[in-house]
């Protein structure tokens, strides 16, 4: 199984510009999330979505809108990004039971110039 | 002041010595989880604790809610274990709503 699989793994951006960071699980979990980590300030949610059809916004959603496309895939998307959102973007999923295990994908390196 | 503090920040061992993490929250929260960041990026779920104490291998992790106070020990600490260490407590909602500590650099020298 691939797990969580995130693309871009890096991405260069323009300030202004618009881009969307995908995420997909083969595990069958109802959870996904989408995390931002920068220096300093550990991992922060930006966004959540605990089945199909939902979104809920976390900590630090500004910025960003999410789509929960079906049950595989959870994508982010930044419509203006800005400097302010360079950071490595980690996608999460859990499973339907309380296991409390988080598998987290392998980050997308953003940099906004 | 943070909602988690974890401390030490930065920690040194020898191989083989005890080592001992600890996170202090003052969030109200049902359950907490440890995670492992390796020198790579990648982020791996080690625990989830809602009381009591787990071990898995040479790792052990208790929790007391009442205090708000959660310890992670590594035994026999070797090498491999040099990761950043993050403790998260949980918003509630989504076991993945999570408070996250800015986590203990853990260096082990062989």
């Known amino acids: 199984n691939a797990g969580v699989t995130q693309t871009p793994k890096f991405q260069v951006l323009k300030t202004g510009q618009s881009m969307t960071l995908q995420c997909a699980q083969d595990m069958n979990h109802n959870s996904m999330y989408w995390y931002r980590q920068d220096p300093g300030m550990g991992l922060r949610l930006i966004y959540y979505?605990?089945?199909?059809?939902?979104?809920d916004k976390g900590e630090v959603p500004n910025g960003y809108n999410v789509s929960r496309l079906n049950k595989r895939e959870f994508s982010l998307r930044l419509e203006s990004a800005a400097p302010s959102q360079t950071s490595v973007y980690f996608c999460?999923?859990?499973?339907?039971?309380?296991?409390?295990?988080?598998?987290f994908g392998e980050g997308s390196r953003l940099t906004v110039l | 002041k943070n909602e988690v503090e974890q401390s030490p920040q930065n920690l040194t061992a020898q191989e083989g010595e005890f080592i001992t993490i600890n996170c202090s929250y003052s969030?109200?929260?049902?359950?907490l989880h440890w995670l492992q960041q390796h020198p790579g990026g990648g982020i791996v779920s080690l625990f989830m604790?809602?009381?009591g104490k787990k071990k898995h291998g040479r790792l052990i992790a208790t929790i007391n809610i009442q205090e708000k106070h959660s310890s992670l020990h590594i035994t026999a600490s070797h090498p491999r274990d040099s990761a950043v260490y993050i403790c998260?407590?949980?918003?509630?909602?989504?076991?993945?709503?999570?408070?996250f500590g800015k986590g203990t650099k853990l260096s082990v020298k062989p």
């Open positions: 969030v109200g929260i049902s359950a």
């Open positions: 604790l809602s009381s």
């Open positions: 998260a407590p949980t918003r509630g909602g989504s076991q993945g709503n999570l408070i």
């Open positions: 979505s605990a089945s199909e059809g939902t979104t």
């Open positions: 999460a999923s859990s499973p339907p039971t309380y296991t409390g295990e988080l598998f």
